[in-house]
């Protein structure tokens, strides 16, 4: 670890986000030290899946955000120096209720106007590409560029293409305190001393409401715990990504048709990922429990149960382990890319079950602000006054350990 007391810009947290803002701040030639708590994923980037992804946002300017910033790894994977496991294989949406065709369909019409690669599989085209599906699935629609990656590889990347081009990490390093003067922002407190700046940039997930609340700042991000379990290495029992099409609708915190009342109150969705060591990750579930990430009993045994219900091989499958994670989850769903009333103070947070895939459009987005450039697209939409909630409470000057 090394330190410094100035910078030109200070970033706040170390997980997926974070790493990426401080990467491109530092590939566009600010003097940036990022601080992170614990090591480089410490938060809900190291207990998450990692899939980068369109399925799960309807035509429009966000859908097109979501495809652009996905778009983003394929020349991150040329210029990182560590390989983050990046697979464009695609993923499939699976459908398992008749009552669902016709909305499959027009989401499968409306994304392929929207020049999304989509395909549209029915029963036989499923059987013949994943022969160990489940009996009664009936279609998948399949986004055929859809990727995953290995989130904590992604950070360890980020941070150390940022060291490269200048930036300066603090590991193992705590916020304290934000000292302001005159409406902006001049000094970030650590547990390690005084770091003296003009731009702070806050990208501490789950956390960013602790820390804007040090200036009487209100982010409104609130944890929403999930889970996923990890399988034993297995074998030709899965070709790529899977999520079932109800994923959708529990994500939009929707009833479904045929969830069961257990499902429905904790969230259950079924979602598949095969990792690149022959493990496969089970999810997932959505809930309001606080800063609680100790994995349930109750949840891990719907999700096995609904595993199998779609993969029947799997009850043959051991669980290895467990984690469950908290999703940085704003009121309407889509992140916080924004400055504040406090000049030189920003906000990158609220990606809820998006931040891994959308790291990188962040980064780059933060990086024009504080440059003082127009967004290269936008972006009003994820302003944090969108929520008008963004006056400073605080007199200036405030100091808040
Ligand atoms: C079960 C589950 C599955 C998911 N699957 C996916 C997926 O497939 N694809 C996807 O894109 N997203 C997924 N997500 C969402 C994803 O995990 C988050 O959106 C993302 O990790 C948020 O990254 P972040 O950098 O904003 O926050 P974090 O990774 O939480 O990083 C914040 C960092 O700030 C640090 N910090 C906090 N306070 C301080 C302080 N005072 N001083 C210094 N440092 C501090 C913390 O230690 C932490 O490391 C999933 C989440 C869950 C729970």
């Not at 035509?59 to 040329?78: I, L, N, R, T, V």
């Amino acid at each position: 670890m090394s330190s410094k007391d100035t910078a030109g810009a200070v970033v706040i947290g170390g997980g997926a986000v974070g790493t990426a803002v401080a990467c491109y701040l530092a590939m566009d030639g600010v003097d940036v030290t990022l601080v992170e708590h614990g090591e480089f994923a410490w938060g809900s980037s190291r207990r998450c899946d990692g899939h980068v992804v369109t399925y799960d946002t309807p035509p429009g300017a966000y859908s097109q955000f979501c495809k652009y910033g996905q778009d983003m790894f394929h020349a991150a994977e040329k210029f990182l120096p560590v390989d983050f496991e990046f697979s464009p294989e695609g993923l499939g949406l699976l459908v398992d209720d008749e009552r669902d065709l016709d909305a499959v369909c027009a989401n499968y019409e409306g994304k392929k106007n929207e020049g999304v690669d989509v395909t549209l599989w029915d029963r036989d085209d499923l059987r013949h590409h994943e022969p160990n599906i489940g009996d009664s699935i009936l279609a998948c629609l399949n986004f055929n560029g859809d990727c995953k990656l290995n989130p904590m590889r992604l950070c360890q990347g980020l941070a150390m293409h940022a060291e490269a081009n200048g930036a300066t990490l603090m590991t193992r390093t705590s916020v304290t305190g934000l000292r302001t003067d005159k409406g902006r922002i001049t000094t970030v407190e650590t547990d390690k001393g005084l770091i003296h700046t003009d731009n702070v940039i806050l990208a501490a997930g789950v956390w960013t409401p602790l820390l804007a609340d040090m200036v009487g700042l209100s982010v409104p991000v609130r944890p929403r715990q999930g889970h996923v379990l990890v399988t034993e290495r297995v074998r030709n029992l899965v070709g790529k990504n899977y999520a079932e099409y109800g994923y959708l609708l529990a994500k939009g915190g929707k009833t479904r048709s045929d969830a069961t009342p257990e499902m429905e109150h904790f969230g259950v969705a079924f979602v598949l990922e095969p990792s690149h060591a022959g493990t496969i990750l089970l999810g997932s579930s959505r809930r309001y429990v606080g800063m609680n990430i100790r994995p349930d009993p109750t949840v891990m045994r719907i999700i096995a149960q609904r595993a199998r219900h779609f993969y029947p091989a799997l009850a043959d499958t051991r669980v290895i382990r467990c984690y469950a994670g908290l999703r940085p989850c704003t009121p309407d769903a889509k992140p916080i890319i924004s400055p504040t009333p406090l000049q030189g103070l920003f906000v990158a947070t609220g990606h809820e079950g998006n931040g891994i895939g959308l790291s990188l459009i962040t980064g780059k987005l933060i990086s024009e602000m504080v440059r003082g450039q127009a967004p290269f697209m936008d972006i009003s939409y994820m302003a944090l006054d969108r929520f008008g909630t963004s006056s400073v409470t605080h007199s200036a000057g405030t100091t808040t350990a």
